[in-house]
T-cell receptor, first 111, second 113 residues
Framework: DQQVKQNSPSLSVQEGRISILNCDYT??????FLWYKKYPAEGPTFLIS?????DKNEDGRFTVFLNKSAKHLSLHIVPSQPGDSAVYFC??????????FGPGTRLSVLP | NAGVTQTPKFRVLKTGQSMTLLCAQD?????MYWYRQDPGMGLRLIHY???????AKGEVPDGYNVSRLKKQNFLLGLESAAPSQTSVYFC????????????FGPGTRLTVT
């Protein structure tokens, strides 16, 4: 049973608009979360993180929101750019444990 | 800095053959990891290491062995390859474990026929 779920396998957004990628988790012990971006034929690269003591973290065009009661986090990209087209993975960890990754969402930003 | 490198990039094996995947990092990281990625699934942890000379099992360790003889290298071995091990393999490293971002290599695409 997947502990980290990304229920949308793919998402298409128009350039300049907002992209919202969602991630749900089942383990209430998870308290640290990461988002990674992956281009074809490359390894994932770190994008942004959030600790459970926060409900929002922002870095430029990227903002991650955490709703602990709903066990849900989301990544907002504003404005979306064609170069943002990639697969996005969320990952979660409980203190002292290894990260568990979601299956990924493929984002396509259309010019 | 090269970051995390993986050798080879592609490999085709016949069932029953063996091979070793090499991962090297030049960031002086203590932690290193081997993952596999299959379609529709996230990255699944095979084995990891918290320092030179240490290894530990991850989520899907069966059929794989690892060694970390030097801090900068982490080797993943398949003793007798099976078609179920067809996958893309990623190595990663991090400065520390929990709450530390991981740096990934470019991946090795392995096909077992």
């Amino acid at each position: 049973d997947q502990q980290v779920k990304q229920n949308s396998p793919s998402l298409s957004v128009q350039e300049g608009r907002i992209s919202i990628l969602n991630c749900d988790y089942t383990n209430s012990m998870f308290d640290y979360f990461l988002w990674y971006k992956k281009y074809p034929a490359e390894g994932p690269t770190f994008l942004i993180s959030i600790s459970s003591i926060k409900d929002k973290n922002e870095d430029g065009r990227f903002t991650v929101f955490l709703n602990k009661s709903a066990k849900h986090l989301s990544l907002h990209i504003v404005p979306s750019q064609p170069g943002d087209s990639a697969v996005y993975f969320c990952a979660a960890s409980a203190h002292g444990q290894n990260f568990v990754f979601g299956p990924g969402t493929r984002l396509s930003v259309l010019p | 800095n090269a970051g995390v490198t993986q050798t080879p990039k592609f490999r085709v094996l016949k069932t029953g053959q063996s091979m070793t995947l090499l991962c090297a990092q030049d960031m002086n990281h203590e932690y290193m990891y081997w993952y596999r990625q299959d379609p529709g699934m996230g990255l699944r942890l095979i084995h990891y290491s918290v320092g030179e000379g240490t290894t530990a099992k991850g989520e899907v360790p069966d059929g794989y062995n690892v060694s970390r003889l030097k801090k900068q290298n982490f080797l993943l071995g398949l003793e007798s390859a099976a078609p179920s091990q067809t996958s893309v393999y990623f190595c990663a490293s991090s400065y520390q474990g929990y709450s530390s971002e991981q740096y990934f290599g470019p991946g090795t695409r392995l096909t077992v026929t």
